[in-house]
C-alpha cells in the first residue's frame, strides 16, 4: 500500500513564525501535492511537484513555498505564519504521467496559529 | 474545470446499498470520473474511477451513463464505517483535483 506521511498531526504556532510542514512517500512518485482544507471552501490546491526541484503554483499560493530536494520529500514553508493560515493542511502523491491518475493523501497537519 | 453536482447529504441504513449519484454534464471526451471519500480527521481516500464502462473494486462500483454525464457510486452493503463525505471528481491526469463540497453520507444502524 501507498504511504505518505505527514511530521505532525497537530502544530501550534505564533504569528510571523516560519513554519515548515514535512510530507514523505514510500511509492517513488513523480507528483506531489499540498493542499489546505477549510469549512466551506474544501480543498484547495496550494502547490505541486512533477520532479524533484520542480515546482508549480496551485489556486493559493501566496504566503507559501515549497521545497522539493528528493522525490520522496515535499515540504510546504509558511514564511512568516498569520492567523489566517490556520487550517487543515493535507498532502498527497501520485505516480504521474497516466490519464487516470490517483491521488494517495496523508493524514493532514492541523496547524492553528495565534 | 469540468464540474460536478452531488447532493448535499444522504442517509442509509447498515447492510443495505447505497447509491451516490454525481451529475458532470459538461465532461470532456477525455476527463476520467473519480470518486474519493473522507472519513472523518483523516485525509481523502481514494475509492474507484472509470472513463466509459462501469468499474467494479473491493471498494466499490462505478455505473457510469451512456452519455456520460452523470454517475452514480454504488457502496453494496454499507457499514457503519462507510460514513463520511464521498466526492465525485473530475481529472485529465496528473493535474489537481478540484474537490466540491461531496456528498456526506451517513449510516444508521
Known amino acids: 500500500d501507498v504511504k505518505v506521511t505527514q511530521s505532525s498531526r497537530y502544530l501550534v504556532k505564533r504569528t510571523g513564525e516560519k513554519v515548515f510542514l514535512e510530507c514523505v512517500q514510500d511509492m517513488d512518485h513523480e507528483n506531489m501535492f499540498w493542499y489546505r482544507q477549510d469549512p466551506g471552501l474544501g480543498l484547495r490546491l496550494i502547490y505541486f511537484?512533477?520532479?524533484?526541484?520542480?515546482?508549480e503554483k496551485g489556486d493559493i499560493p501566496e504566503g507559501y513555498s515549497v521545497s522539493r530536494e528528493k522525490k520522496e520529500r515535499f515540504s510546504l514553508i509558511l514564511e512568516s505564519a498569520s492567523t489566517n493560515q490556520t487550517s487543515m493542511y493535507l498532502c498527497a502523491s501520485s505516480f504521474g504521467g497516466l490519464p487516470g491518475d490517483t491521488q494517495y493523501f496523508g493524514p493532514g497537519t492541523r496547524l492553528t496559529v495565534l | 474545470d469540468a464540474k460536478t453536482t452531488q447532493p448535499n447529504s444522504m442517509e442509509s441504513n447498515e447492510e443495505e446499498p447505497v447509491h451516490l449519484p454525481c451529475n458532470h454534464s459538461t465532461i470532456s471526451g477525455t476527463d476520467y470520473i473519480h470518486w474519493y471519500r473522507q472519513l472523518p480527521s483523516q485525509g481523502p481516500e481514494y475509492v474507484i474511477h472509470g472513463l466509459t464502462s462501469n468499474v467494479n473494486n473491493r471498494m466499490a462500483s462505478l455505473a457510469i451513463a451512456e452519455d456520460r454525464k452523470s454517475s452514480t457510486l454504488i457502496l453494496h452493503r454499507a457499514t457503519l464505517r462507510d460514513a463520511a463525505v464521498y466526492y465525485c471528481?473530475?481529472?485529465?491526469?496528473?493535474?489537481?483535483?478540484?474537490f466540491g463540497q461531496g456528498t456526506r453520507l451517513t449510516i444508521n444502524p
Open positions: 511537484s512533477y520532479d524533484v526541484k520542480m515546482k
Open positions: 471528481i473530475l481529472t485529465q491526469g496528473a493535474q489537481k483535483l478540484v
